[in-house]
Structure formats: structure tokens, C-alpha cells
């Protein structure tokens, strides 16, 4: 599905709505379906649609910025995919996406969990302020009207949400095209537990005019709270939408496919999954599962890439992980605390002390129609991005340099 796009203005958004003081209400209900069917909902649903159905642009590009691109006015497009975790580390993910010898070069930025008007990102407009920052004109889209702080520690943060809005984003150096959205199923209920939320999440579609040639571009965030046919799913739905599209581009996909091995729709699921892996062997699983998520757990959704003409083993830096667990991350147990029980924290440590306490999963992926690897390039994980001792976000960026096949 299709949404309204709308320019920024710089004072004011699109987005902005005076809908906060009714969070508390909202956020009263224990699942979708009961809200929905209140009359708070019918008085609300006007505005709440208008501001979840909108795709926000504008344009920061220049001829100054897009020297600065990789590939100049040649014929490689250098792109990024990155989950940069709500944008908490704002302002070292912009001097990182300015500054790092690899991230700075980009021509198209596929950016996924971006905050606007969130206590826990200090209600930056967070796609804005790296458009802004980096001279590149972009598009978000919001895909969850949050009610309450976020989940875990999230929840203790000082100030009170302006907006409530979180969504994804696409980014450019050269002008974007049909720029639209495309909403995609929930995985679970958003308003059962103790993070409530109204949407789904909503993939940002462009086109790209690079000196190369036009493209298409999709950042694109799989449901992590989902099973594994969920979230092939999503992707088949996405890929329905790109078949009716036209003009037929290249195209890339890119982002946080959350592909995790598991079934996490549910608590119970995945920690009967954990169980599982335990059985197969910690080893055997973080060896050969975990970093190879398209070998067995997840098949379906890269064989359905494959039979689509999408290519993705060459795209990727195969096997190399792109988020990590370490049991000892105190912040990340509070988050994980809200919807597993405690009881399974010292059965993980147990599982992983001779790893240890480490794992690691390889969630964030490219996909491609009609394009393919730069000569004498190859696709990467950029890991370690620190400041300060701090990490930038809980996921890696990956980073590829793609032509157009002839």
C-alpha cells in the first residue's frame, strides 16, 4: 500500500499532531482489538491514520555533498544499511556516516529504527537531523505511534515523549523518485506487553537518479517479535509490491531483516527454540546457524529471494555477524526482561559460558534485481563503531559498492 507524501516545511511537520495528551488513554488497552473498537479510537482514528500514513521528504543535497560521494560521477553506487538502534548515539552516528573511511562515501543510506519526537532520542527528528547534516535529501516514514517511553531501560528515560513517532528511512545524494511506503503485517499484537504501540512497520521505497543510472531502492525492517514464516512473509509481500511497479529498475534492497533463526512471536516460542539450539549443540548453533541464518532456519525467505531473480550471496559479507549478545550487557537484560523470563538468564549464561557469554547473528542483509558486486570490491560489515567507549548502535552497518548489470 501506498501513502500520501509530504514535504517538510522546516517549522513545521506533517507529522506533528496533538494527539500525546490522549497517550495515557490509548495506552490502557491490553491489545489492538479492544482499541480499535473503542469510541476513544473512532474519535482518534482520523488523525491517528493521517500521521501514520504519511511518507515525509526533503531535500539537503547539493553539488558540494555529492563530491563527497564514493563514487563521485562515476559508475559504482556505494550503499549503506544500518539499524542505528532509535538513533540514541545521534550525534557520533552522524560524525560516523561523516567521518568513517568506508561510511562517509555513500551515495544511499537504508536506515531503519529512526526516532521523531522520542524522550529517548531527546525528540530529535532523527531522519532530519542526518539529512541535514550529511547535505542528503531523504524519506521517512513513520511506522509506530508509540504511547510510552520505549521497552527496558528505555522506559526510565528523563522527559516526556513530544511526538511518540518511530519509523524508517531512505537517504540520497541524488534526487529520490516516486518516493512511497508500503506497510507490511504485524508479527505480533503491539499493544499486548509492556511496550504499546499503534502501526506496523512500513518499508520506504525510492527512486534513485545517480549519474549511473536510475535505480530503485527499499530499506526495509523485518518484525523482530515474528516466527520465520512471518517474516518470509513480509518479504513476499514486498516483492509482490516491487513486480507491479514501474518503470522496472534495478533494484536493491537493504536493512534489518531480523533474521534471528528463531521464533519470537512469543516468549514461550523462543525460549522452547533456545532449548532447541542447546540440544543441537551452543557450538554447532553459533558456529554454523547463527551467522548462516539462510542455511536452515531461515531458508525460505532467501530461497524465495533466489526464486524472485533477487541475488544475495554475492551482495553479502556471508557469515560475518552483524549484531552481538554478551551476557554480561546489563541494559540489554533489562530489555530483554520485559517479554522473557528471568528465570532464562542464567540458562543463556549457562549455555554460553564456554562462548564466553558471547553469540553473535547476522540480521542485516542487501538483496538485489539487475545489479551486482563493483569490480575489485567486496560487501562488508563495519563493526566496532565506538565513541567514548560507548557503542554507536546495538547493529552493524553493511556496506556495498554495486553497478548495474548491462
Same mark, same amino acid.
Given at each position: ?64 555533498t555529492r563530491t563527497q560521494s564514493a563514487s563521485g560521477a562515476g559508475n559504482a553506487v556505494r ?67 508509540a504511547l510510552n517511553k520505549g521497552s527496558g531501560v528505555e522506559a526510565d528515560v528523563e522527559g ?6 518511530? =519509523?524508517?528511512?531512505?537517504? *540520497?545524494? $541524488?534526487?529520490? @523518485? /516516486?518516493?512511497?511506503?508500503?506497510? !507490511? ?69 537493504? =536493512?534489518?531483516?531480523?533474521? *534471528?533463526? $528463531?521464533?519470537? @512471536? /512469543?516468549?514461550?516460542?523462543?525460549? !522452547? ?84 557469554g558471547r553469540c553473535s547473528l547476522k540480521l542485516d542483509w542487501f538483496a538485489g534485481k539487475e ?36
Open positions: 500500500m501506498s501513502h500520501t507524501i509530504e514535504p517538510e516545511t522546516g517549522a513545521a511537520s506533517p507529522l506533528d499532531h496533538q494527539l500525546t495528551p490522549r497517550f495515557p488513554a490509548l495506552a490502557a488497552f491490553d491489545s489492538t482489538k479492544t482499541l480499535l473498537a473503542s469510541p476513544l479510537y473512532r474519535e482518534l482514528r482520523p488523525e491517528i491514520e493521517r500521521v501514520l500514513d504519511h511518507v515525509v521528504r526533503e531535500d539537503f543535497a547539493t553539488p558540494e550503499a549503506t544499511a544500518w539499524n542505528i538502534e532509535r538513533g540514541k548515539q545521534l550525534p557520533g552516528i552522524i560524525r560516523a556516516l561523516k567521518g568513517h573511511p568506508v561510511l562517509r562515501g555513500s551515495d544511499v543510506l537504508l536506515l531503519t529504527e529512526l526516532d521523531y519526537g522520542m524522550a529517548r532520542t531527546a525528540n530529535a527528528h532523527v531522519a532530519r537531523e542526518i539529512a541535514r547534516s550529511l547535505g542528503m535529501n531523504y524519506a521517512f516514514a513513520s511506522c509506530y505511534l516526556e515523549n513530544e511526538l511518540g513517532l518511530h =519509523g524508517n528511512a531512505l537517504f *540520497s545524494r $541524488y534526487p529520490l @523518485r /516516486r518516493v512511497h511506503a508500503v506497510s !507490511l503485517p504485524n508479527g505480533k499484537d503491539k499493544m499486548a506487553g509492556k511496550e504499546k504501540r499503534l502501526g506496523q512497520q512500513r518499508a520506504v521505497v525510492a527512486d534513485i537518479a545517480h549519474p549511473a543510472g536510475e535505480f530503485r531502492a527499499v530499506s526495509l525492517h523485518l518484525d523482530a517479535h515474528s516466527t520465520q514464516r512471518h517474516r518470509h512473509r513480509q518479504m513476499r509481500l514486498i516483492l509482490d509490491h516491487l513486480e507491479a511497479l514501474t518503470p522496472r529498475l534495478p533494484t536493491l534492497i537493504g =536493512g534489518d531483516w531480523n533474521t *534471528s533463526t $528463531y521464533n519470537s @512471536r /512469543r516468549a514461550v516460542y523462543s525460549i !522452547l527454540g533456545y532449548a532447541r539450539r542447546v540440544a543441537m549443540g551452543v557450538g554447532n548453533v553459533v558456529r554454523n546457524h547463527y551467522p548462516y541464518p539462510e542455511r536452515w532456519f531461515e531458508r525460505q525467505l532467501f530461497r524465495e529471494l533466489e526464486r524472485r531473480g533477487y541475488a544475495y550471496r554475492e551482495l553479502n559479507a556471508l557469515g560475518v555477524c552483524t549484531l552481538h549478545y554478551d551476557v554480561s550487557d546489563a541494559a540489554v537484560n533489562t530489555n530483554m526482561g520485559d517479554w522473557i523470563p528471568q528465570w532464562c538468564f542464567p540458562f543463556i549464561e549457562w549455555a554460553l559460558k564456554k562462548h564466553e545489479i551486482k558486486l563493483a569490480p575489485d570490491t567486496r560487501p562488508q560489515v563495519v563493526g566496532e563503531l565506538r565513541e567514548g567507549g560507548v557503542v554507536l548502535s546495538d547493529h552493524d552497518p553493511i556496506v556495498l559498492d554495486l553497478v548495474f548489470e548491462s
